[in-house]
């Protein structure tokens, strides 16, 4: 014999099956999809539990859609078959890494990020060391600084936020050159 399934429960999981439908349904009606209709699954989710459909029917349309003129963002670049993060040619305007990048590390960073006992492998006393990351994955991704680890933790935006023995943390100017640096695609200049 079947488990009976509590009817408060059914009733609350076709309600979030009918505002899934309703939301994917806007969703696609929202990118172009104009022949795609709200009332047809909201009706058959609303009328197998008694609840009453509430979107209202979109009518479908000859009219095309005119096209987007949405720019495709450039390709970044993408880690190499390693998993490590590869980096770009330097700009001129960049920070470089050993003039900006590597005083910042040394001073604050490689107390703990050097030797064979680094925390989670992460070597941060060579260019080769910050580009590989760590034991589990890279922390920089180059031209992205916003989805970089490195950023997060010296931000504080991740836990623990770096350095581990602050305050006091990077500086306002040292964390924008890190950032300069990566959002330049960490180049070794």
């Not at 429960?9 to 172009?32: D, K, N």
């Not at 009328?47 to 029917?57: M, N, Q």
């Not at 005119?66 to 078959?81: F, G, I, K, Q, R």
Request: charged share 15%; hydrophobic share 40%.
């Amino acid at each position: 014999m079947a488990h009976p399934t509590h009817p408060r429960r059914r009733r609350t999981a076709t309600l979030w099956l009918t505002v899934m439908v309703i939301g994917l349904s806007v969703i696609l009606a929202g990118c172009g999809g104009s022949s795609v209709s709200v009332t047809p699954a909201a009706q058959v989710a609303a009328t197998a539990t008694d609840i009453p459909a509430t979107a209202t029917p979109v009518p479908p349309t000859d009219t095309p859609s005119p096209p987007t003129d949405t720019l495709v963002p450039a390709p970044t670049d993408a880690p190499s078959p390693t998993g490590t993060p590869t980096a770009t040619p330097a700009t001129a305007d960049a920070p470089g890494f050993a003039a900006d990048i590597q005083p910042i590390f040394t001073g604050s960073c490689v107390k703990c990020h050097s030797g064979d006992n680094a925390p989670r492998g992460l070597q941060l006393n060579s260019y080769a060391g910050v580009i590989a990351g760590g034991t589990y994955r890279p922390v920089i991704v180059p031209g992205n600084a916003a989805e970089s680890e490195l950023v997060k933790r010296i931000k504080g935006e991740a836990i623990p936020r770096m350095p581990f023995d602050g305050p006091p943390f990077l500086s306002e100017n040292e964390i924008a050159l890190i950032i300069a640096w990566i959002e330049a695609g960490a180049p070794d200049n």
